[in-house]
């Protein structure tokens, strides 16, 4: 995996400075861009489901979500104020929500030649509507995918088809994946992914994609071969320990990353060649809850936990003639991230921002924070 795309500085970072900036004070440039990187917000609850806007006339949006016990959570949108240095949240973006959402998506639509679109999951899966003058906030689809029932079984995750944006693949707890097409709101495919609960799925391509699941397994699926999958790792300590997350990186589809629940490493896996991983980063102090393949550039991950740390990795050793020296490096203790943060708590969430590759999004209890990196 050659070098792409913007380098990722070295370094370690802890703590939360204060970023409000002080005028007249004889700050050269380069401090005040150095005041500059970090930016937080206190959400009025513990905020779970996060993600960035990706059009590029809404830079520094973002949407968070509640995790609130029972049936009443709340959805905002917030967006950093660049005069200010402050993130703020505007009353007529917020809205209720059924039920905590497990993950919220703004489609994959930089160039804005679609309605500003957001999704959710969580019971169901929903796509909102942004009013163009953003004076509100208006569901526009509730999606079912048991046609059997008016109920379903909850969603764990989806993910939206950069490729083809009228695509959002989910999955769920009834072990199944479910394909929609948003433009007509109805399923284009749904089957049965796996032995147990689906918890995670990722893109890879227009009609490709990959899931996990508590049967400790990852497995592709081709919509043109929809009898067969084939089975990119197995989780052996023990076997069949649940997969929790998978990150399939954009800018080489080769390579994904999957967490092990409760496990504080990471398992990166060429789908090249099944079982094996290419390489596990070791690194975490307690068990991973995210990761993120950097936008723009092929070798670069970033991974949270209950740690408190986000950890930015450079894998560009792996995938060249000298993957056997990263074996060789796993083997004896393995790879040291290029950079860390220490957030004030656990790091639940974790999202890289596609239109601004330079920004880092991590939700921690109340907190959202974007640093820069």
């Known amino acids: 995996m050659g070098r792409s795309g913007g380098a990722v500085e070295v370094g370690e970072r802890g703590g939360t400075p204060d970023r409000r900036s002080s005028e007249g004070d004889g700050e050269d440039e380069q401090q005040k861009q150095q005041r500059s990187e970090i930016y937080t917000y206190e959400a009025p609850w513990h905020i779970y489901a996060m993600n960035w806007s990706v059009r590029r006339d809404k830079k520094y949006r973002l949407a968070i979500g509640s995790l609130l016990e029972g049936y009443g959570n709340l959805m905002e949108i917030v967006q950093l104020d660049e005069a200010t240095g402050e993130i703020r949240s505007d009353p007529a973006l917020s809205f209720e929500h059924p039920y905590p959402p497990t993950k919220a998506m703004f489609v994959p639509d930089r160039d804005c030649l679609r309605p500003d679109l957001l999704a959710t999951s969580a019971d169901f899966l929903r796509i909102w509507r942004v009013a163009d003058d953003s004076s509100r906030v208006e569901l526009r689809a509730l999606l079912n995918g048991n046609r059997n029932s008016e109920f379903c079984g909850p969603l764990t995750s989806f993910d939206w088809n950069d490729a083809e944006p009228r695509r959002i693949g989910t999955s769920s707890i009834d072990t199944t994946c479910t394909v929609w097409d948003i433009d007509r709101e109805a399923v284009d495919t749904q089957l049965i992914a ?16 990959a899931s996990v699941s508590a049967d ?7 919509l043109r071969d929809k009898e067969h999958s084939t089975i990119i790792y197995e989780s052996a300590e023990p ?8 990150g399939w990186n954009k800018q080489d589809p080769r390579y994904m990353a ?3 629940m409760d496990s504080a490493k990471v398992v990166v896996l060429d789908i090249r060649f099944p079982t094996l991983p290419v390489v596990e980063l070791h690194r975490h102090q307690a068990s991973v809850n995210a990761i993120a393949w950097a936008p723009h550039s092929s070798c670069h991950i970033c991974t949270a936990g209950d740690d408190s740390q986000a950890l930015i990795w450079d894998l560009s050793s792996m995938g060249s003639d000298q993957q056997p020296a990263a074996s060789t490096a796993a083997a004896e203790g393995g790879l040291d991230p290029i950079l860390a943060y220490t957030a004030g ?10 239109s601004q590759p330079d920004w880092v999004a991590i939700a921690f209890s109340t907190k959202l924070q ?3 990196v």
């Open 239 to 246: 076997p069949g320990t649940p997969l929790v997350r998978l």
């Open 194 to 209: 796996h032995d147990k609960e689906v918890y995670d799925i990722a893109w890879g391509g227009v009609g490709v994609f």
């Open 345 to 354: 708590a656990e790091i639940e969430q974790l999202q890289w921002s596609s």
């Open 258 to 260: 999957t967490i092990i």
């Open 216 to 222: 400790g397994s990852v497995r592709v699926f081709d």
């Open 370 to 372: 974007i640093l820069r």
